[in-house]
């Protein structure tokens, strides 16, 4: 299998390639970066320095189609779209990190992303790639839109809820914190050190553009369509999202028999860990890899169920995810290649 990865020089591209440099199924071929065309990867990332020594080169789709297997678009939003289609069309399977294919309805992206959105055909085409749920269309895609970061922590914690209907989907509360790591590596004042070391702030109140993302997969498993509260924070870390969420119990049960069904639910997906004790996870206990782990407490004096998912964006919110649709996509074990233990402390 031959792998190219566009958008070399951003954090996402750099953990793709940290994972498929070890995975034992796949060759990275090329990467790709229109910015930094015919400088060495090692030049930008030192730390790969005798490691990967491959040049970085412009982007070219009839080349690719002649020498690549899959593409993985590791790229802002809006550029993925102008290549995909072509790609597809060739024969080509892509996996798509941005949101460029994320949001069935061209008037919903318009509104969150403000830009015209991709060709319809495939949007409609594409395959929502939140590995536990919707494993089986993603054996069949030939295009993955893999979710984002908060949305992957949001939704694994909040769907076996609504599944099991222990919760008012009209009362969901999500309370987001992140890491910097998840605003790229771009410049920018919002996460100056100055500006963000020991400091705490919320951001994009009621506008940040996975809003839409979370609610259309909620709406589509619900079967109802539903509006949240999504309030976003940065952290003063690098990596890492706490994904707290609020909901009212519709008739109440111990936290023991949620526990009992989200690992009833999550049995054989071995990536979501679900804390059998009643402890709560913290970030720091999945940095590095690919797992989601969940704590769950349901309250009798309120009524309410809180559930605490935490997830490494760059990873499992990611470029890990990324990987883990690939193994699915070609019937390799969900675990190839990114089953590292998270690093600790």
């Known amino acids: 299998m031959k792998i190219a990865v566009i958008g070399g020089t951003g954090y996402g591209a750099i953990e793709l390639i940290r994972f498929l440099k070890n995975h034992p199924k796949v060759e990275l071929t090329k990467v790709i970066s229109h910015s930094q065309n015919g ?10 320095t005798d490691v990967i020594e491959m040049t ?26 102008e290549y995909i289609p072509s790609l597809i069309e060739k024969g080509v399977k892509c996996i798509d990190l941005s949101g460029d294919f994320r949001l069935k309805s061209p008037e ?65 509360l999500i309370d987001a914190k992140s890491g910097v790591s998840g605003a790229g590596r771009g410049l920018s004042l919002n996460v100056h050190y100055s500006e963000m070391n020991e400091n705490l702030k919320a951001y994009k109140l009621g506008q940040h553009k996975h809003i839409p993302e979370i609610e259309q997969i909620l ?31 519709t008739e109440f049960k111990k936290t023991d028999e949620i526990i009992a069904f ?22 720091r206990e999945v940095y590095g890899s690919n797992y989601c782990d969940i704590g769950i407490y349901a309250d009798e004096r309120t009524g309410k169920l809180t559930v605490i998912s935490v997830i490494d964006n760059l990873v499992k919110g990611a470029s890990g995810q990324a990987i883990q649709n690939m193994n699915l996509l070609y019937g390799w074990d969900v675990q190839t290649g990114i089953d590292h233990l998270p690093i600790y402390p």
């Not at 970085?56 to 779209?81: G, H, R, Y």
């Not at 409609?124 to 054996?139: C, H, N, R, T, W």
């Not at 079967?223 to 119990?249: C, K, N, Q, W």
């Not at 690992?263 to 996870?281: E, L």
């Open 108 to 172: 919903s992206y318009e509104r969150w992303y403000q830009s015209s959105p991709a060709p319809q055909a495939y949007v409609d085409k594409a395959v929502y790639g939140l590995s536990e749920i919707y494993g089986d269309q993603i054996k069949q895609a030939n295009l993955i839109a893999n979710p984002g970061c908060y949305p992957t922590a949001t939704l694994l914690g909040l769907i076996p809820a609504l599944k099991q209907q222990v919760i008012d989907p009209k009362s969901i």
């Open 262 to 283: 989200y690992h009833s639910f999550y049995q054989n997906h071995p990536f979501v860990r679900v804390r059998t004790d009643g402890s709560i996870p913290s970030t």
């Open 39 to 48: 400088t060495k990867l090692s030049a930008v990332y030192p730390h790969l």
């Open 56 to 81: 970085m080169e412009a982007l070219d789709v009839e080349e690719l189609s002649k020498t690549i297997d899959l593409v993985f678009f590791a790229t802002p939003s809006n550029v993925s779209k």
């Open 219 to 249: 709406s589509n498993e619900s079967g109802e369509d539903l509006t949240i509260t999504f309030m976003t924070h940065l952290v003063p870390m690098t990596r890492g999202i706490m994904s707290t969420i609020y909901a009212d119990l």
